[in-house]
């Protein structure tokens, strides 16, 4: 399936059905009165947080979508019945905004979560609705309104718990595929990875994280270089960036130091909030660097770097130092989630108390 994170759609919400004009004619009533009903309401069109969608491939190709308009009032008190809604059934993690304005009107942030994305219009109302003891043969009706037409863009952003970045070919497939359930295509050639792939990385029973591995990233991604720049939004959501770097490259002539500036400072130029993320460096490929050589070299490195956060040293292919980063990852994911829930302290002197009035 070819992965699409962005698609312009067209909604039309139903129109709403006439009101109807017209009197009760029948066999000894003499007076009848008026019996025009309302005409119905136009259908509603919705979208919808589906958990198991991941990419807007379904609005590539169909990009309108129509609700039923409602039915005319007839004769005999008979309202016209409501047209039918439909429901666009949308990833999880997907903005919504007019597409003419540029204004985000709804994100999908929670599974299951419905919104109204067009709304359709009233019925008019038939002539029995102005009946009243001064006005006995009413001809007046109105006609339904028009329901919501709108162009939309759609925005889809994964939400991780963790974004893997790095150069291509720095490992990310291979270590999302270590630590998680994510299949990912995995060969030795720069820029395997096309589309963001996401797995479920397990703990414990009832512990675990969602980790999003994105596009290698090169130097110019943030002005459109490379694919990576498509993707970099991807990694907006998540609490946690985990720098992929290839400490024994093929090509002698690469610096790694010189790599994870690079990447950084695309990071700047694409989002200030995402740059300061908290960002860790995960060392990839140290089985690769001679045991003698392997310490001092990425003392060295860090040093270069100045990097004062957390450090870790792992071989995604025989999966060495990977529990480790697992645990301490989960560990910081849980209290982030505990920071978020915590109650916010409020000063006494500022509680208002509804018996003191």
């Known amino acids: 399936m070819k992965f699409v994170d962005e698609a312009t759609i067209d909604v039309a919400a139903g129109d709403g059905g006439n009101g109807c004009a017209s009197f009760r004619h029948e066999k000894y009533k003499e007076f009848g009165g008026p019996d025009g009903g309302d005409g119905g309401r136009g259908g509603h069109v919705y979208a919808l947080a589906d958990a198991s969608l991941n990419t807007l491939v379904d609005f590539r190709f169909t990009r309108r979508f129509e609700a039923q308009r409602g039915e005319h009032g ?62 006995r043969a009413p001809r007046q009706k109105t006609p339904g309104w028009p329901g919501e037409r709108r162009t939309l863009k759609l925005e889809l952003k994964v939400l991780a718990d963790v974004g893997l970045l790095g150069m291509p070919n720095a490992g990310k497939s291979t270590l999302i595929a270590a630590i998680s359930n994510a299949r990912p295509k995995i060969a030795d050639y720069p820029f395997t990875t096309l589309h963001p792939n996401l797995g479920v990385v397990r703990v414990a029973a009832e512990k675990s994280f969602v980790v999003a591995d994105v596009p290698g990233l090169i130097e110019g991604a943030s002005e459109g270089a490379g694919l990576g720049h498509q993707f970099l939004r991807h990694l907006q959501r998540t609490r946690l960036l985990l720098h992929l770097v290839d400490v024994a490259p093929f090509d002698e002539g690469v610096d ?58 792992i071989s995604a292919l025989t999966r060495e130092g990977c529990e480790l980063l697992v645990q301490k990852v989960y560990q910081h994911i849980a209290q982030v989630h505990r920071d978020a829930q915590a109650p916010v302290d409020i000063d006494p002197r500022f509680v208002h108390r509804a018996d003191e009035h």
């Open 74 to 135: 007839k004769g005999s008190d008979m309202f016209g019945v409501k047209g039918d809604d439909i429901v666009l059934r949308m990833p999880v993690g997907t903005i919504i905004a007019d597409a003419e304005t540029g204004e985000v009107l709804h994100e999908l942030l929670q599974p299951g979560e419905q919104v109204t994305i067009a709304k359709g219009g009233d019925g008019g109302f038939g002539n029995m609705h102005y009946k009243s003891s001064t006005n």
């Open 256 to 313: 790694p130091v010189a790599q994870v500036k690079a990447i950084v400072a695309e990071l700047k130029k694409f989002d200030q909030a995402l740059y300061e993320k908290p960002r860790w460096l995960v060392l990839n490929k140290v089985d690769m660097l001679p045991a003698d050589e392997r310490e001092k070299r990425i003392r060295d490195l860090v040093k270069r770097l100045k990097y004062k956060g957390p450090v870790f040293e």
